[in-house]
């Protein structure tokens, strides 16, 4: 049974770490709100899309290291991830932090593929940007948790769990489940909407923490996994391209192709009506 003073330990981790997200989404919010005060609609979305990846980004970082160093009770971590999943939903507005869904733009002739391009060059910048500032964060040593991953050089190691095609068909799994989430999102009362969705990635996270999260990290988000992943040493870059890119961009491609596509033709219809929203995060 942990003692007393390990549990107090434990819980000043937790309060920093909170500390942390809440000065992340604080920040990503007060960026939002100066650029749609200073700034013309053409800039609007890349500046939206930048302060809401870094956010993204920022919080999972975070996360994850607490995750895997502090060692914290499944409700509390499964709590945590609802808990910032919602938030995000509520502040993105209309960006989606995940390349896919600029590519998705593009495929249903909603914006051009320059924009698509912009908003995903936006999206990798700021995913650098949350390493930077993650790093930076550990370096001031507010937590035993952050101290420890300081004296280890801010060093991750090896993300997958299994083979390389293993962890990819985590991936397009993933992404394929909060897809076709976002898909039939819009078939719920509005006020449910962003909790489903939290819900089914809250779901993911918790089939991964016992199962197939071990092989990939279910992150079903190329440039999230960009900026959490990528700097982990056991895989080349290449590796990586492979499950966390090719992974989900199968997965959102081939939903799309099943209910828009191939369930239309079975059943004889030329749509099924699908209005997408799309909401996606990590």
């Given at each position: 049974m942990p003692s007393r003073g390990a549990l107090t330990g434990e819980m000043t981790d937790l309060?920093?770490?909170?500390?942390?997200?809440?000065?992340?989404v604080l920040l990503s919010e007060a960026s939002r709100r100066k650029a749609a005060r200073l700034s013309g609609a053409?800039?609007?979305?890349?500046?939206?899309?930048?302060?809401?990846?870094?956010?993204?980004?920022?919080?999972?970082?975070?996360?994850?290291?607490?995750?895997?160093t502090a060692r914290l009770e499944l409700p509390v971590s499964l709590t945590l991830t609802y808990t910032m999943t919602v938030v995000h939903l509520l502040t993105f507005r209309e960006a989606t932090c995940n390349p896919c869904g600029a590519m998705e733009s593009v495929w249903r002739g909603k914006s051009s593929l320059r924009v698509a391009v912009l908003l995903t060059a936006c999206q990798f910048a700021a995913a650098v940007a949350a390493q930077v500032f993650a790093a930076s964060v550990w370096s001031l040593g507010l937590s035993d948790v952050h101290v420890r991953h300081q004296r280890f050089g801010f060093r991750c190691f090896d993300p997958l769990g299994g083979t390389v095609l293993e962890a990819a068909a985590v991936e397009l799994s993933c992404a394929f489940i909060v897809q076709t989430a976002a898909m039939h999102?819009?078939?719920?009362?509005?006020?449910?909407?962003v909790h489903f969705i939290a819900a089914v990635i809250t779901a993911l996270v918790y089939t991964g923490v016992t199962s197939g999260g071990g092989i990939s990290g279910a992150v079903f988000n190329?440039?999230?996994?960009?900026?959490?992943?990528?700097?982990?040493?056991?895989?080349?870059?290449?590796?990586?391209?492979?499950?966390?890119?090719?992974?989900?961009?199968?997965?959102?491609?081939?939903?799309?192709?099943?209910?828009?596509?191939?369930?239309?033709?079975?059943?004889g219809k030329s749509s099924i009506g699908l209005e997408v929203q799309k909401q996606k995060t990590q």
């Open positions: 309060l920093v770490s909170v500390s942390v997200l809440a000065a992340a053409v800039y609007w979305i890349y500046l939206l899309e930048a302060a809401s990846t870094f956010q993204l980004c920022s919080c999972t970082h975070e996360l994850k290291l607490l995750g895997e999102a819009h078939k719920l009362v509005e006020k449910v909407r190329p440039v999230l996994a960009f900026s959490v992943q990528f700097p982990c040493s056991g895989h080349t870059y290449l590796e990586y391209c492979f499950v966390y890119w090719l992974g989900p961009v199968l997965g959102v491609a081939s939903c799309i192709l099943l209910f828009e596509k191939i369930i239309p033709f079975l059943f």
